[in-house]
């Protein structure tokens, strides 16, 4: 850490400060600047001692070194890790394409739309069964019936299953029929489901927070990682902005920007991250143009009848397009779709 | 609703489109403008019908007509909510005052604050047993020990205790120590979190997340509010934007904005919103200026050695002083402070 | 206009508000719903009527229909608006390459600049002599003695050149030496300089402001295409967010978005989108990949010695590679790069 | 500055880097920590190094120890500046009051609204007489014969008269008939504007660009002081965030943020910073009671005959109210009204 004075600071409240960040385990080197002194801090502290030393009034302000996550940084582990569960690989040059509806709403509908996802190169399918919606007046899905139609849908296509997990008593369940936890933007810093499914050993699928930053994202990451499961998957899904052409704004540049920083593979999720249909397509194309290590898709077999995300929801035609156009550009840079 | 078509559909696809409006149990009435054709949607539908629509081709826009949230609403219940727990009393022209530190420390820590911010006015503690923290390697609190030294803090004081529970299997232990439950910036969309508070006979103070839009706010509101528990105080406590040189961005105007739509009472954080401590006391006094019920102020004994959120923290007298200012603008408006 | 009068609005009131509506040269239908009653104005106004409206008490809110731009907008014009300058193609299936450093430093430095970006593929040369710094204490550019610069570049490389005026007393000056005139991203409401270019018969290069809608954006263009002007390049350059690992955001959904709605062809800066040189390339070929008619970088021949925008350019090598990989993007998806 | 290099950087990158910095004219100084190399780079160098050092490879990050603004700087003249035209008198403990409608619209209107703002308490009168606006289709002001009526009004009341400049080559114009100068926040970093204004020998009213940060917004200060004008008065009128409610949100925090670091006086504008009606009266209050120096406000004699900014402007009436609260909470504070 760098601790900057206010100008005009005495010699006197510089020692002190010294001498306070030496309490607090770290080493002080003190650096007579032209308009100010900086007191440089020493040490692998990662915690609270930035906060501390911020409030005190001789004070300018507190600047951290280090990143503040480690289990989930590329410093700690240089290869990317790669996931696998049945045909779903994602990362290591593999894009894992993962697709299906926003809902399980019954069995005809969730077989169907695993067929038809499969036949135009989904690796894994998605659909939640419990479903966190912003109204309490919404459809909140079908609950344990909805695991066990998506299971049923696995048994008929071999798919892996990606479906939420809400909260931390309903982790067993969920574990007992999906393949991959996926967990939600809105729990993106529950930290006791974080804690919850790092304690299983399936892979899970954190999806970023809409105000998220990198940092607060990884270290989301860190709880899980920090409680034994070793297999995240990071999911862009939009950010809230100013912007309201778009339901978020998909910013991909957090791509290539976590893939420099940690050796977890990146998803995007392009359906939440425009809310436009007409939109999915092309920031498919897009993300795996900029490496992302796969794709998840909302995809119904009749968009206009799903019961919840109906406006970003692709049919299984547009979706097939979207994928030979993804395959076409990962194939042209080296990599392989699906 | 309003459905807007795009320019040049069909008089067919504009008599389908009806149709359909009709087929989800509303009346379809047709307008042609000069440019567009928009069909009114009336009813009192407020679901996912939205979505529905707006997934056709030939629909360019949906506007919804009516809020979505229906028990929170002035609409429902003019009068003001006002919430009485021992001598906390927010709303109604009286303001609540909850101070205290972070989280618990010790319990000569906690009781030294309680008796210091009741002095200085406070009608209620606050102070975090269980805490969300960013990193898992931050201080988590003291957990039921925290929440056990908040009860002697309360004997010792009178003052009521506002406390934070983080997920639904702590809500009854929680709750017995607790005179006011709340429900983290982090968590106002953790929904199984929210259903569990509905269901318990204590007022909630709900969080405004930190990206979230005041219809998601009151939609969280109202899952607290459907399950029974009529007693929830919103806390505006900043939001996300690009400004750094805060924490958060402080959006008072989001007070008087709310108490036009909704009888519940609206109490502001500065502490969390501002995040640096010499910013506190003025937007304390600016919050009571444009009509909160009420402040959540974070102050320890000694901030420097605040165990988190020291830079945002005051003393006992920087609160005292502030409160001295709040008093003289709530008593000028003919408002009580405390 | 569709005009949603609050709950429990009088008949008299209705009727008050529909003749106000037809002051105002629209004609007023009234469509009474279940909770509100709603008046859509029909008409094709799309200026201030709107606000007009909205201030009345009895108003809820007011919702326009119709987008506010007409001449950049798709139901004008439906076929795409081609660009072409000496061997700079934006749209119609071509990808225009914009290259060159932030400023115009020196003969040797801008020449130098020219060579290498027309090697590696670009079609445009790009450079600063006019230069917007957010600090007075910053350079400002080479001013006329840049452009001049420029235009030496431009006969020894046959490259168009593409460069920033910031006043309108500057615009007939940069229009000597300039093929395409620049307005930068804090200059996209300024109304006079835009009205300055529009009366030029150059192609200008319109930047996104940081915090500019899409609507806003279309009409700062409308302004351009307004004085006569046809030929309005859009740029997508980043928006401002709560992110702060990149500089700004960038959104290229709104590159898809744009081609919905306006004829005119759009073009990414990924350098200012992320403001950090190992984000370029892959933002490049992602910006190809959603379909971008153009991409403008900046590219430095020692990019450690720029006296701007250092830690966003790449060096000429960086860029021919960031070239290859765009031109098997643009290949395999049907489109030719440069 | 401080530079921190990559983990892993040998001792060699380590050495040329420092030498780097000395040629750039700061001095170096190595620090090693226990996981990263850092070096600060002493001196007062406030420009472009800070870029060019985070150009370098080896360098994960350059962090500025310095503020960027110097003249603006309390650092530089600690006491309050207070600015004086005519009866309205900003800093200091007056609290200036500017009110009027959104634009000049005819002899009648805008002397009736001197008329009345003054009668309410009102120091100075607000008008546009040229007026940007985001389409070419909207009203556009009545230019120089609207500076000719607020002259007249002037001279009927004794208000200083505050109207807008939008572009150099009306400075001097504008300056014959205003008392002080506004820049729009769309012009905030129009240079050459600012520039001109730095030139005349009046009072110039700075507001805030929707998405500047608070750097940013000095430095357009640094540009209008270092051309030798000294009366720089800062507005804050709202920034630009995901919240649409309101038309813009208006963060207060800035206001004893700002009075910390700067000797200008801080005024605030609660109409554009809510665009609705209701929100400006309590929001007036709010600014009084953290300490703004002043408050702009749109009124108008009529508000829904506005010929712009209808849903934000208030009644004679409602302004008085609104004073009245406002100086209830100044004579409170110990501070004067008007």
Same mark, same amino acid.
């Given at each position: 850490?760098? $601790? !900057?004075?206010?100008?005009?600071?005495?010699?006197?409240? $510089?020692?002190?400060?010294?001498?306070?960040?030496?309490?607090?385990?770290?080493?002080?080197?003190? %650096?007579?600047? #032209?308009?100010?002194?900086?007191? *440089?801090?020493?040490?692998?502290?990662?915690?609270?001692?930035?906060?501390?030393?911020?409030?005190?009034?001789?004070?300018?302000?507190?600047?951290? +070194?280090?990143?503040?996550?480690?289990?989930?940084?590329?410093?700690?582990?240089?290869?990317?890790?790669?996931?696998?569960?049945?045909?779903?690989?994602?990362?290591?040059?593999?894009?894992?394409? +993962?697709?299906?509806?926003?809902?399980?709403?019954?069995?005809?509908? +969730?077989? &169907?739309?695993?067929?038809?996802?499969? *036949?135009?190169?989904? =690796?894994?399918?998605?659909?939640?069964?419990?479903?966190?919606?912003?109204?309490?007046?919404?459809?909140?899905?079908?609950?344990?019936?909805?695991?066990?139609?998506?299971?049923?849908?696995? &048994?008929?296509?071999?798919?892996?299953?990606?479906?939420? !997990?809400? =909260?931390?008593?309903?982790? &067993?369940?969920?574990?007992?029929?999906?393949?991959?936890?996926?967990?939600?933007?809105?729990?993106?810093?529950?930290?006791?489901?974080?804690?919850?499914?790092?304690?299983?050993?399936?892979?899970?699928?954190?999806?970023?927070?809409?105000?998220?930053?990198?940092?607060?994202?990884?270290?989301?990451?860190?709880?899980?990682?920090?409680?034994?499961?070793?297999?995240?998957?990071?999911?862009?899904?939009?950010?809230? #902005?100013?912007?309201?052409?778009?339901?978020?704004?998909?910013?991909?540049?957090?791509?290539?920007?976590?893939?420099?920083? #940690?050796?977890?593979?990146?998803?995007?999720?392009?359906?939440?991250?425009?809310?436009?249909?007409?939109?999915?397509?092309?920031?498919? #194309?897009?993300?795996?143009?900029?490496?992302?290590?796969?794709? %998840?898709?909302?995809?119904?077999?009749?968009?206009?009848?799903?019961?919840? &995300?109906?406006?970003? =929801?692709?049919?299984?035609?547009?979706?097939?397009?979207?994928?030979?156009?993804?395959?076409? $550009?990962?194939? *042209?840079?080296?990599?392989?779709?699906?």
């Amino acid at each position: 850490m760098i $601790v !900057v004075m206010k100008r005009g600071t005495t010699e006197e409240s $510089v020692q002190l400060m010294a001498r306070r960040v030496e309490e607090l385990g770290l080493k002080a080197h003190i %650096i007579q600047g #032209t308009e100010r002194v900086v007191i *440089a801090a020493i040490g692998d502290k990662r915690g609270s001692e930035r906060d501390t030393l911020a409030s005190y009034e001789e004070v300018e302000q507190v600047v951290p +070194i280090l990143a503040p996550y480690k289990v989930a940084s590329r410093e700690i582990k240089s290869e990317p890790t790669v996931i696998k569960v049945r045909d779903l690989v994602i990362g290591g040059g593999r894009i894992g394409v +993962i697709a299906g509806p926003c809902s399980v709403e019954s069995e005809e509908q +969730i077989i &169907d739309s695993a067929v038809k996802v499969k *036949a135009a190169g989904a =690796t894994a399918l998605r659909g939640g069964a419990f479903k966190p919606r912003t109204s309490p007046y919404s459809f909140q899905g079908m609950k344990e019936e909805g695991l066990k139609l998506l299971a049923a849908a696995r &048994d008929v296509t071999g798919l892996a299953v990606v479906t939420e !997990v809400m =909260t931390p008593h309903h982790v &067993d369940l969920v574990a007992q029929y999906a393949d991959v936890l996926q967990i939600g933007a809105r729990n993106m810093q529950n930290y006791h489901l974080l804690e919850a499914v790092g304690k299983v050993r399936k892979p899970v699928l954190l999806k970023r927070g809409p105000s998220a930053t990198m940092e607060e994202f990884l270290l989301a990451a860190e709880y899980i990682l920090d409680q034994g499961n070793q297999e995240v998957i990071l999911c862009e899904r939009g950010i809230r #902005t100013f912007e309201t052409h778009t339901r978020f704004t998909l910013p991909l540049a957090s791509v290539p920007y976590l893939k420099e920083r #940690t050796h977890l593979p990146i998803v995007v999720d392009p359906s939440h991250g425009t809310g436009i249909a007409s939109l999915v397509a092309p920031m498919c #194309t897009a993300s795996v143009a900029c490496g992302a290590d796969g794709l %998840i898709v909302e995809v119904h077999p009749d968009p206009k009848k799903a019961m919840s &995300d109906a406006s970003q =929801t692709i049919s299984p035609e547009g979706f097939a397009k979207a994928m030979d156009q993804c395959r076409i $550009v990962a194939t *042209a840079l080296g990599r392989q779709l699906g």
